[in-house]
């Protein structure tokens, strides 16, 4: 058994020689025969679709073809070589599914905001600037560490040395003034 898959690896590596130094069009049809179908099923199982697999499986083995020079025994073995360009192209075409077609993409400046909805944020934002500035300052303070300065809780505690339960009192308290404020 084992002398069997030693000779196929043998018979493998000389076809891929024979392939890289003859453009042996045989020895690539054997290649081919014993690879694409092992190929696509490999592409399958990880998750690529039947027409995907069979694509990338065709790229595959049009690789294997043109890029045979590149084949070293000494490295990597053939069944290893192949693999590893069947992974590289299914990550290519994940990448490249996931990157939007350039139709897909908004070309040309934003629209202008609706005039409304901007006198509305600008209300909006001045009412939340009075109602911050009638807050306690101790709350004032938490708030805009947490909510401007970008700080957790904890951080707040060690910055100010107060006990954590104080800071989330006083910031809760502060957010329930600053909604009555904005309702």
Same mark, same amino acid.
């Given at each position: 058994m084992a002398q069997d898959a030693d000779k196929d690896v043998q018979e493998m590596v000389a076809q891929i020689l024979a392939v890289r130094d003859r453009r042996d069009e045989a020895a690539f049809a054997a290649l081919f025969?014993?690879?694409?179908?092992?190929?696509?099923?490999?592409?399958?199982?990880?998750?690529?679709?039947?027409a995907l697999a069979e694509d990338c499986a065709q790229d595959v083995m049009a690789t294997v073809w043109n890029k045979a020079h590149l084949f070293d025994p000494s490295?990597?073995?053939?069944? =290893?070589?192949?693999? =590893?360009?069947?992974?590289?192209?299914?990550?290519?075409?994940?990448?490249?599914?996931?990157?939007?077609?350039?139709?897909?993409?908004?070309?040309?400046?934003?629209?202008?905001?609706?005039?409304?909805?901007?006198?509305?944020?600008?209300?909006?934002?001045?009412?939340?600037?009075?109602?911050?500035?009638?807050?306690?300052?101790?709350?004032r303070r938490l708030i805009e560490r947490a909510y401007y300065g970008d700080? =957790?809780?904890?951080?707040?505690?060690e910055e100010t040395g107060l006990p954590l339960g104080t800071i989330k009192s006083r910031i809760r308290l502060a957010l329930e003034k600053l909604r009555h404020a904005m309702s």
């Amino acid at each position: 058994m084992a002398q069997d898959a030693d000779k196929d690896v043998q018979e493998m590596v000389a076809q891929i020689l024979a392939v890289r130094d003859r453009r042996d069009e045989a020895a690539f049809a054997a290649l081919f025969v014993h690879f694409a179908p092992r190929v696509k099923g490999f592409l399958m199982r990880s998750g690529a679709s039947e027409a995907l697999a069979e694509d990338c499986a065709q790229d595959v083995m049009a690789t294997v073809w043109n890029k045979a020079h590149l084949f070293d025994p000494s490295r990597a073995s053939v069944a =290893t070589w192949i693999f =590893t360009i069947a992974r590289n192209r299914r990550i290519d075409a994940i990448r490249k599914a996931r990157r939007p077609e350039p139709e897909d993409l908004d070309w040309g400046p934003e629209p202008e905001p609706d005039q409304a909805e901007v006198m509305a944020l600008q209300q909006d934002s001045a009412r939340l600037v009075d109602a911050l500035e009638k807050l306690p300052e101790k709350q004032r303070r938490l708030i805009e560490r947490a909510y401007y300065g970008d700080l =957790t809780h904890s951080e707040i505690a060690e910055e100010t040395g107060l006990p954590l339960g104080t800071i989330k009192s006083r910031i809760r308290l502060a957010l329930e003034k600053l909604r009555h404020a904005m309702s």
